[in-house]
């Protein structure tokens, strides 16, 4: 028994019990005490994370023919890992997997899952931090469950990759809990946290870390009362109710999921209505679809980008030396960009030339720790670094100033002459411009080195990936600096080289600015929103035009366009007007849309029947624009540039990503199109060099 894990064993309390005997397996530690209580620790072998894989299953069963065999006095699981409970199943074990032998590994996980729910002892899963998947199914099949205050979440995220829980889920918990908030945490894939936990009934008890022992004792003995099964659930799951509620489920499902793209909503609805009365049916089934989903293009695009957002990550390390930074500029992104890094635990100064700014940002910063679940003290932790710097005193301190003024070359550059003299040694001086090439702003320094973009996307707390922007006099030490700071954040970096509109803008541009023009030309906009929403984007150009701001848009579309060999479309001078008048889309409540609560109002039934001319004319000149950019090296890594689009843009992920989509329709077939158009609409369209290479 390692040092290590003997004190991770202390770390959860178990130390206050006398232990007869401590032995291991690879990925579990097994403590037995003197009451005779056996306390299972999960350590999955060279991983900083549990996941609930077929051989740590299989560990699990073999300990349990010892536990049956022996019948001690109670079972207690729990982790070794500081990081929480289990973060669910390994996703590598669903790659090259026929269906057949998907439904094969699921039984055999299902046997071990209903073995430990029949012990004939008191079962307990003590739970921290995050209890998702596979791992919220183990807790499942223990008797009772106790979370660990502070960082508790619990979840089935199954539905972003296409699936529904597969080992119990589905069945467990429609009967644990309210079977209606059951399904909605198994359709969204949403987190439950901390006290939200024990109100749904998810867990039988909340404890601050050191009084985990005494609850493991009190449900040992009995006195922590199990969630009760109310009436109420067992009328929701009763046939006629499920019938109800299902159709209700699958109306609020399809304007989420539409299923012509996401099956796996629909499939778990279906599985739950039809066999939620009878619970052994229920689990045969959710096994066979599992393993039906599992094949599924869209579950495969959707574990294929589960995996780029692993690649993107593990392209750099995420000990970052920037313990300082000083934001200058606190609008909208700024702020947003200052109060993010202050709940990420660094100190960060905010300056600004008027001190309603930087107070909007502490505001806009204690209601995101609201969001995030924070509790009151870490709010307040979160407060305090955040320090307003009227003066601009933070850059002689910090590590890393970050400069967020406005879109002008001259403004940007005026102000990094006042500045670098007074950067301490070795301090990096970053801007998240979005559209200005990096390598012109570096000209006005005398270290460019030590310069770089670091482009956010808005709004900073939702919006994973970062582009992190290197020019031709970017030092390597810099550039591995910043992307281990992006990842220190919970950030995603995707590198990128100084480029018009750099990858992101240059390949969302053509999007756009073509969604206008087809509008221009008299098709409706709520049609020509329609159709890429069909396609499978979050959102409709037109729609998402207004959102951007129509006047951040045109300024970066005219950045782009002066910068680009190959020609863009003009941008329409009704456009134009609609600026000059203050219609600026949701920032002013009116552009191409009216906005109401920070909505846009839809009236009017769009038709079914979309033309996919209009459909090809929006995603083909993106499409372009990423193999242009691959082609220019302004992202090496053609998987990357597929995941950067997806996490920037909302590119439909169950189509893969742009490339990816590409060569599955067929690059010939997309070749044989923009020629087409091209001679249609002129020579924007005419297809990159870089689709022969493809």
């Not at 729990?78 to 269906?99: L, R, V, Y």
């Not at 987190?191 to 004792?217: C, F, M, P, T, W």
């Not at 939620?276 to 695009?301: C, H, P, W, Y």
């Not at 009151?376 to 100033?401: C, F, H, N, S, W």
Request: net charge neutral; with cysteine; hydrophobic share 40%.
């Amino acid at each position: 028994m390692t040092i290590n894990v003997l004190q991770k064993i202390e770390a959860l309390d178990f130390n206050k019990s006398s232990h007869k005997s401590i032995s291991e397996k690879t990925h579990w530690k097994i403590l037995h005490d003197n009451d005779n209580v056996v306390r299972l620790l999960l350590d999955k072998k060279d991983s900083s994370t549990n996941t609930l894989s077929a051989d740590v299953l299989q560990e699990l069963d073999e300990i349990l023919n010892s536990i049956e065999a022996t019948l001690p006095h109670a079972l207690v699981i729990s982790s070794a890992k500081s990081g929480g409970f289990c973060a669910g199943a390994d996703i590598k074990e669903f790659k090259n997997i026929d269906e057949s032998g998907m439904i094969d590994i699921l039984n055999r996980g299902h046997a071990v899952l209903d073995r430990l729910a029949s012990l004939k002892i008191p079962t307990i899963a003590v739970i921290h931090g995050h209890c998702l998947g596979g791992g919220l199914e183990l807790a499942l099949a223990c008797d009772q469950r106790i979370g660990v205050k502070n960082d508790l979440e619990i979840g089935f995220p199954e539905i972003k990759l296409g699936v529904h829980p597969g080992l119990g889920g589905t069945f467990r918990l429609t009967r644990l809990i309210n079977p209606v908030d059951a399904m909605t945490m198994m359709l969204t894939g949403k987190s439950v946290y901390n006290g939200q936990a024990k109100k749904r009934g998810l867990i039988d008890d909340l404890v601050e870390q050191r009084h985990i022992e005494n609850a493991v004792q009190a449900a040992i003995s009995g006195d922590l009362k199990k969630h009760k099964h109310s009436f109420k659930n067992f009328i929701l799951n009763i046939s006629a109710a499920r019938k109800f509620a299902s159709k209700k489920m699958r109306v609020l499902s399809e304007k989420k999921a539409p299923s012509d793209h996401y099956p796996a909503p629909y499939a778990l609805i279906d599985l739950w209505e039809t066999f939620g009365g009878r619970i052994k049916k229920m689990q045969a089934e959710e096994v066979k679809s599992f393993a039906r989903l599992l094949k599924s293009d869209t579950a495969q695009n959707l574990i294929r980008v589960f995996f780029l957002h692993q690649s993107l990550k593990s392209a750099t390390g995420n000990h970052s030396s920037i313990r300082h930074v000083h934001v200058i500029g606190a609008g909208s992104m700024g702020g947003d960009i200052a109060g993010w890094c202050a709940m990420q635990g660094l100190t960060v100064t905010l300056s600004d030339q008027k001190k309603e700014p930087i107070a909007n940002t502490v505001k806009n910063t204690e209601k995101l720790c609201l969001e995030k679940h924070k509790s009151e003290i870490e709010t307040r932790a979160t407060l305090d670094r955040l320090i307003p710097d009227l003066q601009g005193k933070g850059v002689y301190k910090a590590d890393l100033i970050i400069e967020a003024v406005p879109e002008n070359i001259e403004i940007k550059q005026q102000l990094y002459k006042s500045i670098e003299s007074r950067m301490k040694n070795g301090a990096i001086l970053a801007t998240n411009t979005s559209s200005i090439l990096i390598g012109q702003l570096a000209d006005s320094l005398e270290n460019p080195a030590r310069f770089m973009g670091l482009h956010f996307f808005n709004p900073v707390s939702k919006m994973l990936i970062v582009e992190t922007i290197h020019h031709a006099h970017t030092s390597d030490d810099v550039m591995a600096q910043m992307l281990s700071f992006t990842r220190s954040i919970g950030k995603v970096p995707v590198t990128v080289a100084s480029y018009p509109g750099f990858l992101v803008n240059r390949a969302l541009t053509p999007y756009l600015l073509e969604a206008i023009t087809i509008v221009e030309e008299g098709i409706d906009k709520k049609h020509v929103d329609a159709a890429a929403r069909k396609f499978g984007m979050p959102m409709g150009p037109i729609e998402l035009a207004d959102q951007i701001g129509l006047d951040v848009c045109v300024h970066v579309a005219d950045m782009i366009a002066d910068s680009l060999d190959k020609p863009m479309v003009k941008i329409p001078d009704s456009v134009r007007k609609k600026i000059n008048n203050g219609e600026l889309g949701k920032k002013s409540g009116q552009g191409f849309y009216r906005w109401k609560n920070g909505k846009a109002e839809h009236d009017g039934i769009v038709e079914q029947n979309l033309d996919d001319q209009i459909t090809d004319r929006l995603i083909l000149p993106m499409l372009d624009a990423c193999v242009e950019c691959h082609r220019k090296g302004v992202v090496k890594n053609i998987d990357h540039l597929d995941g950067a689009m997806i996490f920037a843009t909302g590119f439909a992920p169950f189509r893969g990503g742009p490339i990816h989509y590409a060569r599955a329709r067929g690059i010939d077939d997309i070749v044989k199109t923009l020629d087409k158009f091209s001679h249609q609409y002129g020579d924007r369209f005419l297809p990159d060099p870089g689709w022969k290479d493809l």
